[in-house]
């Protein structure tokens, strides 16, 4: 019986070790996975890598992301180097039309895309303001429709100005003075929040700007 006892407690002791050996080699077998398996299932799932060609500044540029072709076509439409700072009612409303046509775009450029509406919509009071004030001689129209975009402050100070361009024979530095004053009355331009928006979806602008040079076989500081 002794012996069966003893036999019995060794099987018992075998088993516990068997036991634990499998359990340790499924943790490892676990953990490895993880390790391995998760980065190479990320890789997998990352969407792949999009570039266009575009325009900056005249520069051919590349606007790569993660993102289909159609977005960032999309994206590069409305940014701050397609849509500078129109100077006419006409250059404002065809800005508004291509961002009305934009709503393509990734969520993350939603702010921006407000934040340029409104102050595009406030060039476009503006320009047609000063325009039908130079038609009728009348500044009325135009200090009235600014108070729906401006401060109440800020449509006071503009209005000696907009009162100069009244008379028969308006001061044309006054015409400069008010365009001036009116600009730096709207909300900060949102280039910014542009830049900040892509960067958030990892589209980035690859660029490499040239500098001109001389001319080859001309001498330094030659005329």
């Known amino acids: ?7 019995a407690t060794f099987l018992n002791a075998v088993r516990k070790r068997a036991t634990l050996g499998t359990l340790a080699f499924l ?30 500044f005249g520069q051919p540029c590349i606007l790569a992301g993660p993102l289909p072709e159609t977005s960032l076509k999309n994206i590069h439409s409305i940014s701050p180097e397609q849509l500078p700072a129109p100077e006419s009612i006409t250059a404002v409303k065809q ?4 961002l009305r046509k934009s ?15 409104k102050r595009l919509a406030s060039l476009l009071v503006f320009f047609e303001g000063v325009k039908d004030l130079k038609k009728s001689g009348k500044a009325d129209s135009l200090l009235k429709n600014l108070k729906a975009h ?19 024979a308006p001061d044309p530095a006054a015409s400069s003075q008010l365009h001036d004053l009116f600009l730096e009355s709207l909300p900060t331009d ?12 990892r589209v980035n602008y690859l660029c490499s700007f040239e500098e001109l040079g001389e001319e080859p076989g001309e001498e330094p500081g030659g005329t």
């Open 150 to 168: 401006l401060s109440e402050k800020r449509v006071k100070e503009l209005e000696p100005l907009a009162r100069k361009l009244e008379s028969r």
């Open 190 to 201: 949102p280039e910014e929040e542009f830049h900040r928006a892509i960067r958030q979806i």
């Open 1 to 7: 019986m002794k012996r069966s006892s003893g036999f």
């Open 27 to 56: 943790s490892l077998t676990f953990f490895l996975g993880l390790t391995l398996g998760l980065p190479i299932m990320a890789a997998l799932a990352e969407p792949p890598i999009a570039e266009i060609r575009v325009r900056l």
């Open 103 to 117: 709503a393509a775009v990734p969520h993350a450029l939603d702010t921006y895309r407000e934040q340029l509406q």
């Open 95 to 98: 800005a508004l039309e291509t």
